[in-house]
């Protein structure tokens, strides 16, 4: 038996999780010296109340979680006999999974019949809660893990994730997007386009005056680069800005149609707390990122 | 004045405690030796500050005034140049023991015990630090016929010694910066100089202990533990492990400095303090439990404190390839412009030109090769190019910002990312076309159709629109503006304008199109300024 894992980082909520049998391993954020743990210390997601909370100032940290806790997840699974495929966020943005790997190792070494197979979706929030679909979809339908992994090899450059933020402090905080050195402050009306890198890593290209112009830069991308992406999962993620993706959504139906989904989702706390909110994302399938 | 008593002595030091709190920050932003963690001042001023209240009566003699002040500061010591600190006043405790009073000799005897225990605190002294800035002042003020002259020779050798602790410590010339713990040292000098002369020594408001600047967001799950933890405890000496009697305490200060970095360290009966860096505080305080138990401990991670403003200024190589000054007035704005990125943002406006000498201290305080400079208006250009001819230390491009909002938008699209100034300046002068700056104001005389005391919308030369109420004035200057075709209309409230929720509301309803932030500028004269792009 294969059991399938992802990450809280994904956007993966545990309704979703449920539909592809899916475990979800909690990434935590701290207040105030507090640790918490989505899905783990509350049943729902409350983003008003969270992204409220970081518009009154206050700045969450993130931290990575141990390799006894990575121990925990995997190995009842290794334990069952089943192996693992975990589909998570990116690594280049997260020293996480060196305890992870630690975690692997121990378990290797101790049900060495075991295989534990990893996809690293080189992104975080809407690009990786896409490709968990695309991939839960993939073993729904009966795929074997090495299909799955063999079409991860190519597909998971091909879906590509372009988003704006509001203020760039909480960019500036964390220092992980790369490109907007020059201009690590507050951009009042000014929103930088944020993309997802080949690399896994958060790159600057450019920015856009206003709210509507940043919209349309979004949908402009999807224009430019998307290839095939009404036969895909379409994402449009926020940081608690459901009018702003909304009017995203109706942009996009207004150039390209109605003819496939669009969902929407919010952006889990944790990366949140490095975007900050009033952000909006698309996330679609594309030539390439 | 010719001796000092208790009550003198602790004026004295109250009045050193607060020259230090006036100047606590100056202090923090020195420091850079031996960790970058800018809290020298904080430290200092919390070991001088426990010394202030002591626990004797005030018909005591000076000798155990200064014993109790030193027993203060023993508890309340932290940090470097804090431990020290509490030793040379511990050191001049021992100096001034079973006297009532002493004159300048005397006192000048007590201050050389105090470079002596300072001295021995320390394993391995650094030269080009307090200690140094101590001694040498100390061997100058000797032989002063009162103490007056004692204070006055003190504070000018102290000064003079801690100008040259760069030539003495390779870090701090890097760094252009002098010890912190020096400086320190001096306000605290030239606090007791003034408590001497009779003048009141003025104890912040809060008198509270400074709160340490902690910003947990500087050590993250990717931070590398570059600094250590500083690791600061008192031992007491326990029976039951120790025999007192013949116990070497060198025996603990060697291992300590063998296995740690920064140690301060004295024995005060069965008391022992240890001010220690070490990147493993738990080995630490196994191997110290040996000999004793803990009274306090502290143990901090020195990256949280080494805050990265203070930090990256100072450490940088050399000064740095690009700098923005800025003109702007109200503190709003002000703000604004430095989370913008502005270096320096200099206080000017209408009502207010800074003079040519402001930007040359501007550009000095930039110390980067180019240095790019935003006026808010035209007269403030011409001061701005002038003051850009007479200065040769950087090249400094005067960008053509006429308005306050040219200015915002130029720097809001500052990119140093090419290298190349002369694109940097032709960016930033094409971004200052595609703005437009308008300004409610209150008109002060009847003009044309406008009446005193009406609110005129005014942009470039022309009055463009009126109204009864600031904020009606700027809906239309809004309207005769074209704000129909802009992005953004950015409004900043005036220190007399109203950040109103409603003016929000209408603006946005009437330009759905743009996005419409109001935001408070506290500028002066304007009710608002308008910024579209």
Redesign the interface.
């Known amino acids: 038996m294969l059991t399938f894992f992802t990450d809280t980082d994904t956007d993966i909520t545990p309704a979703v999780a449920a539909e592809y049998g899916c475990r979800l391993i909690s990434m935590p954020y701290s207040v105030d010296a507090k640790t918490v743990y989505p899905y783990v210390d509350f049943d729902t997601f409350d983003a008003r109340e969270f992204y409220d909370m970081l518009r009154s100032g206050v700045l969450p940290t993130t931290s990575a979680i141990s390799k006894e806790r990575y121990i925990e997840y995997f190995e009842p699974e290794f334990a069952a006999g089943n192996d693992i495929l975990y589909v998570h966020f990116s690594r280049a943005m997260t020293i996480t999974f060196n305890a992870m790997d630690e975690a692997v190792a121990e378990l290797k070494a101790q049900y060495p019949a075991r295989n534990f197979h990893e996809i690293d979706t080189k992104g975080i929030t809407t690009i990786s809660y896409t490709l968990v679909r695309e991939i839960g979809d993939l073993l729904k339908a009966g795929k074997t893990v090495e299909e799955v992994l063999e079409w991860a090899e190519t597909e998971v450059d091909r879906f590509a994730m372009y988003f704006f933020a509001d203020d760039l402090k909480f960019f500036r905080r964390s220092g992980r997007v790369s490109g907007l050195a020059a201009t690590m402050g507050t951009l009042i009306g000014i929103r930088p386009i944020i993309y997802m890198s080949q690399e896994g890593k958060m790159v600057s290209c450019g920015k856009e005056k206003g709210r509507l112009k940043a919209m349309e830069r979004l949908v402009q991308e999807v224009a430019d680069l998307g290839d095939g992406f009404k036969s895909h999962h379409f994402v449009i993620g926020h940081t608690d800005a459901p009018e702003l993706a909304q009017e995203v959504g109706r942009m996009i139906r207004e150039r390209f149609g109605d003819d496939f989904p669009i969902e929407y989702v919010v952006c889990n706390p944790t990366a949140g707390s490095h975007a900050g909110p009033n952000g909006v994302s698309v996330c679609f399938h594309a030539k390439h990122r | 004045m010719d001796r000092i008593d208790a009550n003198l002595y602790l004026n004295l030091i109250r009045g050193g405690a607060a020259a230090l709190a006036a100047h606590r920050q100056t202090v923090n932003d020195l420091n850079v030796f031996p960790i970058p963690d800018g809290d020298t001042g904080d430290n200092m001023y919390m070991t001088i500050q426990a010394g202030t209240r002591p626990s004797t009566s005030s018909g005591s003699g000076i000798g155990e005034m200064a014993k109790a002040v030193s027993d203060g500061m023993l508890t309340g010591a932290r940090g470097n140049s804090g431990v020290i600190l509490s030793r040379i006043f511990a050191g001049i405790a021992k100096g001034l023991a079973g006297q009532r009073e002493a004159d300048a000799d005397a006192f000048a005897r007590a201050m050389q015990a105090g470079v002596e225990e300072s001295y021995h605190a320390v394993p391995e002294p650094v030269e080009g630090t307090i200690l140094t800035v101590f001694r040498e002042a100390v061997e100058a003020a000797a032989g002063s016929r009162d103490l007056d002259e004692y204070f006055d020779l003190l504070t000018g050798a102290m000064d003079l010694s801690l100008q040259h602790t760069p030539e003495l410590l390779d870090v701090l010339k890097k760094a252009g910066v002098v010890d912190s713990g020096g400086a320190g040292l001096l306000y605290i000098a030239e606090g007791m100089r003034a408590a001497l002369h009779g003048e009141a020594a003025e104890m912040p408001a809060d008198d509270a202990p400074a709160v340490q600047k902690v910003d947990?967001?500087a050590f993250?799950?990717?931070s590398v533990l570059e600094f250590g933890y500083c690791t600061e405890f008192l031992l007491r000496l326990q029976r039951a492990k120790v025999d007192l009697e013949t116990f070497d305490e060198t025996v603990l200060s060697d291992w300590l400095s063998q296995n740690g970095e920064s140690l301060v360290f004295f024995r005060d009966g069965s008391v022992i303090k240890v001010h220690v860096h070490t990147r493993t505080p738990g080995e630490i305080l196994n191997h110290c439990q040996l000999y004793g138990e803990f009274l306090t401990v502290k143990v901090e991670n020195m990256t949280l404190q080494h805050h990265e403003n203070h930090m990256e200024e100072r450490f940088r190589q050399g000064r740095k390839a690009f700098g923005v000054v800025a003109v702007a007035s109200g503190t709003g704005l002000t703000d604004?412009f430095?989370?913008?990125?502005a270096d320096v943002v200099i206080e000017g406006g209408q009502t207010m030109n800074p003079p040519v000498e402001r930007f040359l201290r501007a550009f000095d305080a930039v110390d980067a090769d180019t240095v790019f400079v935003l006026p808010d208006n035209s007269n403030i250009l011409l001061t701005a190019r002038q003051a850009a001819d007479l200065y040769d230390k950087s090249d400094i491009r005067v960008i053509p910002c006429k308005t306050l909002g040219e200015g915002y938008y130029a720097l809001?699209?500052?990119?140093?990312?090419s290298g190349d100034a002369d694109a940097i300046e032709a960016a930033l002068t094409e971004a200052v076309s595609e703005v437009k700056t308008g300004l409610v104001s209150r008109a002060i005389r009847d003009s044309g159709t406008v009446h005193e005391g009406e609110y005129i919308g005014i942009s470039g030369k022309d009055i463009l629109a009126a109204g009864p109420t600031p904020e009606e004035a700027l809906l239309a200057l809004a309207e005769s503006m074209g704000a129909a075709s802009?992005?953004?209309l950015?409004v900043f409230a005036g220190a007399g304008g109203t950040h109103s929720k409603r003016l929000q509301e209408d603006l946005a309803r009437k330009y759905p199109?743009?996005?419409v932030?109001l935001?408070s500028g506290g500028q002066p004269v304007y009710d608002y300024i308008l910024v579209l792009?």
């Open positions: 947990l967001d993250t799950e990717d604004t430095k989370e913008l990125g809001a699209n500052l990119d140093t990312e802009s992005d953004v950015l199109r743009a996005e932030i935001s792009f």
